[in-house]
């Protein structure tokens, strides 16, 4: 399901916000100002961003270009939420990277529209059905995972953990990271529980599994070079 966060200081729209895109089958996470918001995006990335440009703390444009310059959330779909309404601000803000943009105050229905038009367009609701590197395929269909043309058993835990690794190949991803993205947002479990799945990935994977790269300290990433 597709994760949205909403960046807005003003409760009354805030709460319009989450109620309407809760209503329509969306995960919501609402943060008044730049700084919880960021902190929130180092531990999952969400699906779409619905950003304010008046926040206390930072412009919504300066926050839009941090997100762009970022190889983890660059591509992430952002729609800036605006009493401005004039044609610069609005020129203004695509120029930075942003996706689209609504001018307060704004209907439910156009907000829902716009938001499910961006992640139509960016695929970001829509869990790829087969993914595919370095002699690895996962079927999302049939929840099979195939290592040269044979078939892996995998348990649920590492059939997720594999499956954000192959999204996120080449990237590195911290521990916080996945283990909130597999086990659960502000997971508080043991840590070591998400060396042990790598461990066992990596075996099942056979010779493939030399292609989950450790980064001491920080997390790990999926390189289709088996070294």
């Known amino acids: 399901m597709s994760m949205i966060y909403i960046v807005e200081d003003d409760v009354n729209i805030s709460e319009i916000e989450s109620f309407s895109l809760k209503n329509s089958g969306y995960d919501v996470a609402v943060y008044e100002n730049a700084?919880?918001?960021?902190?929130?995006?180092r531990k999952r990335v969400p699906s779409l961003v619905l950003l304010d440009i008046m926040l206390p703390d930072e412009s919504g444009l300066v926050i839009v270009e941090k997100l762009r310059k970022d190889p983890l959330t660059k591509k992430i779909p952002i729609i800036l939420v605006t009493a401005k309404t004039t044609e610069l601000d609005k020129v203004k803000g695509l120029d930075v990277g942003a996706d689209d943009y609504i001018t307060k105050p704004f209907g439910v229905m156009e907000l829902i529209s716009r938001v499910k038009a961006l992640l139509r367009r960016s695929g970001a609701d829509q869990d790829e059905k087969c993914l595919c590197i370095g002699g690895i395929f996962?079927?999302?269909?049939?929840?099979?995972?195939?290592?040269?043309?044979?078939?892996?058993?995998?348990?649920?835990?590492?059939?997720?953990?594999?499956k954000m690794l192959i999204r996120r190949a080449g990237i590195v991803t911290s521990r916080e990271e996945i283990l909130n993205h597999v086990w659960g947002y502000a997971y508080q479990g043991e840590s070591r529980t998400l060396d042990m799945h790598i461990k066992s990935l990596r075996q099942k994977l056979g010779p493939a599994g030399a292609m989950i790269k450790?980064?001491?300290?920080?997390?790990?990433?999926?390189?289709?070079?088996i070294e």
Do not use: M, Q, W
Request: charged share 30%; hydrophobic share 35%; net charge negative.
């Open 35 to 41: 700084a919880d918001f960021e902190e929130a995006v």
């Open 138 to 162: 996962l079927d999302s269909e049939r929840h099979a995972v195939y290592v040269n043309n044979k078939p892996c058993e995998l348990t649920y835990k590492e059939y997720e953990l594999l």
């Open 214 to 225: 450790t980064v001491r300290n920080v997390g790990y990433f999926l390189d289709d070079i």
